[in-house]
Every structure is written in C-alpha cells, then in structure tokens.
C-alpha cells in the first residue's frame, strides 16, 4: 500500500493549479443518468472516487467516454468526459458498489424519475458518522414515489413518472438536496424544496440541469422551485473549482509560511473559511488568476470556529484547520455540528505532538512550539490531508499511510506541493 513521506520544514513557494470539485463531479456525473442524450463535463478531476462512479454507472449501462489530451493541454488540466446513458440495463445499484461511496446511493433519484424504479443498496455507516439516509427518502416519497426497504436495499417505484410536491428539509443535506433536484427535474408539475442545502456544488448541479432542459429557480438559496419537464436533453459543462482542495492548500501554506497562488481557485466559494485564515495571520488576495496565500515569519493566531452548512464554516476543513491551529500561538476551540464523529485525527495529530482536547462536539487546541514527525494515518479523507498539513511543519519525518483516502479526493496532491518546494514523496510498495 502507497505511503507519502514527508520531511517537514519547508516552506511553500509557488503556483497550486486548483482542480474541479470532487463534490460537483460526483452529482454531476450521475445526472447524465437523466437523459438518453450525451452529457459532455470539462475539468473533471482525476480521482478514485471518479474512478469507482464510472464503474458504477458502467453497472447501468453506461457509455462514460474520457476524451484524449487536446492541444495546449498537459496533464495539469483536468479531464473531459462524456457520460451517455442512452440504455440504461439495470436499475440495481448493488451493496458492493454503494459501500465503497456514499454518494453512489443518489443514482436513486434519476433511475426511479427517468425509469420509474430503482433498487439501491443502503451505503451504511461510514468513518464520520452515521450518516443516515432517511431525508433522501423523505424527498422522494414527497414526489410520489413508494418506498420499500428489503434485504437492505431501498427500492423506489413510481411506475406512472414522479409528480411535483413540497419538500421541507427538517435540517440541511447536501445529498438530499441533489436527490430532490434531479428527481423534481423529471417529475410532473411543480416542486418547492425549503431548506435547501445552499453549496456551490448544488448550484453547479442546477446549473447543468438548466442547461440540460431543466426549469429550476433558486438554487444557492433555501428555496428552490423546479418546474418538471418531460425530457431532458445532453449538454457541455465544466465543473467549478473545488472549494475545499483550495482551502486546504490554503491551510498548507499558512502553516509552513511561504507565498503561494491558488490558480483558478475563486474567493466567494470559501469565503468564511478565507476569514479565519486572515483572523489566524495569512494575508489572503484574490486576483485574477485566483487567491494568492502568503505568510511571514510572525505566529499564527488561535481562533474560534463552528462548522455549519455553507455559507458557514465547511466541515470538510475542519480537520484541516485543527491541523492548523495545534501550532498557533494560544487555545483555539473547534466545534463541529454537521457530523458527529469526525475527530478521527485528533488521535494521530496527538502523536505528532498536538495537545487537543475533545468535550462532545467541540476541540481544545492548545498550540505547541513544535510538532515530530511519526507514521500517522487516517480513515478518510479530509482527515488523512489534515496529516499532511501537520507533517509539513513536522520536525523530522512523517510518513502518512492508507494514502488511497488521499487519492480518493486530492489529485496529485504530493506533486502540487513538491512544486511547491515541499519535501513530499509517495512511497509505492
Ligand atoms: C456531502 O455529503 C459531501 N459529500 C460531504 O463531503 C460533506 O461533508 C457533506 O455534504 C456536508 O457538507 C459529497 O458531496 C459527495 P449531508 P452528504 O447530507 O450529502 C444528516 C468529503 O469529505 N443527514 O449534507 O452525505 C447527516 O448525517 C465528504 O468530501 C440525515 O440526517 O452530507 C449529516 O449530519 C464527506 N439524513 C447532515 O445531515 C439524511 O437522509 C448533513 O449531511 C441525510 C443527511
């Protein structure tokens, strides 16, 4: 299994080329299971979790083409691919598939809106949290479809098409908001959706939707209006930068010192986090390229933040940004409200040396002088970057295992930052 070592120390000069949103390309991808035209999505990053979408949808028969290199094109740009689900040959979606990525479980909503029925493996608990599902369901029982749960498998049927109606959202959810979007997209009639989740990567989907034929009004708020249509149609889109890859380079660099652009990288899309990281001593400037991250010699400040749904705090940094504050010149406190168990690195920054506290959903960060390198590893993603982040103010080495976490949403992470002027390698075994 692949190990990334890292001598810490270094700091980070240079230009960090920002990838297309894990989070958009996956939604997006199973949105081409919508209509029987060609979906064409431009930026696509080169992932594990893209990978394994592709097999999945491959299940249901579809054609996912990667077009070859263009000219003016290196392997810094992200991919083109185009997703035609012109049959679709299976509306099963099986266990082992859907426990390897939660995500996969929203293939539910365009197979029952555009065939009338699908069978979903439920994706289970996962390592930050329980995670559960039920909203999603909510969302298309509100649509009219009948839901049956059997052997572990949800099966949706509305063998008639999906009608318009009311979902409130009793709390915000990424995946629910996405699940209702694609399903209202195709339903008969109107649909309102309250409380919408109000991420970047929902409007990303809304605006390929529209662009496909969709009629949705209001995305990037808490209401959204979708007027049903009968087909939809295939279309060209390119996935927005990914907030959170741009954040944590953010981080990166505030922790090391040094002056780096986020190219491509766009302020709005982050902006709270940006914030802190101006509050905690980094002089953050957008320009037109994207956002130049610098900091000198002077200590980092502690801070105060509460994960929440965007435009609040993201929680996919909140690992990140503990990694931060364990060397900040003070006590910061970290809450996290959306997930209940994702504190899987207070254990392994503690054997760097941080000294963190956990009381319920809140961490005390008390910053140190200095962090050692040790072999640390994680059990998901963000989680595992957050080591990366500490190992790179780590006296010593660190090396970082289970790396396929990292592959699963940073492209060519240890290459960005070697260009960068970090001592980082991947170990191949
Ligand atoms: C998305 O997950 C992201 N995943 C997550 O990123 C992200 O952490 C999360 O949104 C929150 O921003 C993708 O976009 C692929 P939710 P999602 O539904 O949609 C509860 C990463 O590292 N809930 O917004 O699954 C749930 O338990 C990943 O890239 C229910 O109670 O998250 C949580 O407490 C990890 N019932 C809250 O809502 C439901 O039916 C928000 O979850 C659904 C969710």
Redesign the pocket.
């Known amino acids: 299994m692949d190990r990334i070592r890292i001598v810490g120390g270094q700091r980070l000069h240079g230009t960090i080329p920002i990838s297309g949103a894990?989070?958009a390309t996956?939604p997006l991808m199973i949105a081409g299971l919508l209509t029987d035209e060609t979906l064409i999505l431009e930026n696509v990053p080169r992932l594990a979790d893209v990978v394994q979408l592709q097999r999945i949808l491959g299940n249901h028969g579809v054609d996912i083409m990667i077009a070859g290199k263009r000219a003016g094109e290196n392997g810094d740009n992200g991919r083109t691919i185009h997703i035609s689900a012109k049959t679709i040959v299976d509306t099963t979606a099986p266990y082992e598939m859907v426990s390897r990525m939660?995500?996969s479980f929203w293939v539910i909503a365009p197979l029952v809106a555009r065939m009338g029925e699908a069978k979903v493996s439920m994706p289970g608990g996962c390592a930050?949290?329980?995670?559960?599902?039920?909203?999603?369901i909510m969302a298309l029982e509100k649509l009219g479809a009948d839901i049956e749960i059997e052997g572990g498998y949800v099966i949706a049927r509305a063998p008639k098409g999906l009608r318009g109606g009311e979902i409130a959202f009793p709390?915000?959810?990424?995946?629910?908001t996405h699940t209702a979007l694609m399903a209202a997209a195709l339903a008969r009639g109107t649909t309102v959706i309250e409380n919408a989740?109000r991420?970047p990567?929902v409007v990303d989907v809304a605006d390929c939707l529209n662009k496909m034929g969709a009629n949705i009004a209001g995305a990037g708020t808490a209401r959204i209006v979708v007027e049903g249509v009968s087909r939809l149609h295939g279309t060209r889109h390119a996935v927005l930068p990914d907030r959170?890859e741009t954040g944590t380079y953010a981080m990166a660099v505030a922790m090391t010192g040094g002056d780096v652009l986020l190219q491509n990288a766009r302020p709005e899309l982050l902006q709270v986090a940006l914030d802190v990281l101006a509050k905690a001593g980094t002089t953050v400037t957008p320009t037109n390229e994207g956002i130049r991250i610098a900091r000198n010699g002077a200590g980092l400040e502690p801070v105060d933040v509460t994960t929440a749904?965007f435009p609040g705090f993201?929680?996919?940094l909140q690992a990140q940004l503990m990694a931060l504050m364990t060397r900040a010149k003070g006590t910061s406190h970290i809450t996290e409200t959306?997930?209940e168990n994702r504190f899987m690195h207070v254990q392994e920054l503690a054997r760097l040396g941080a000294r963190i506290q956990l009381d319920g959903d809140t961490a005390t960060i008390e910053g140190v002088a200095r962090l050692k390198g040790a072999p640390v590893m994680a059990t998901?993603?963000?989680a595992s970057v957050s080591l990366v982040i500490a190992g790179l103010a780590a006296e010593g080495e660190t090396t970082v295992n289970r790396v396929y976490h990292l592959d699963r949403?940073f492209e060519r992470l240890e290459q960005k930052l070697a260009a960068c002027g970090a001592a980082i390698e991947r170990i191949s075994e």
């Open positions: 894990k989070n996956l939660r995500a930050i949290g329980t995670r559960p599902v039920d909203l999603l709390k915000v959810t990424v995946g629910g989740a991420e990567e959170i749904p993201p929680t996919d959306i997930f998901d993603l963000r949403g």
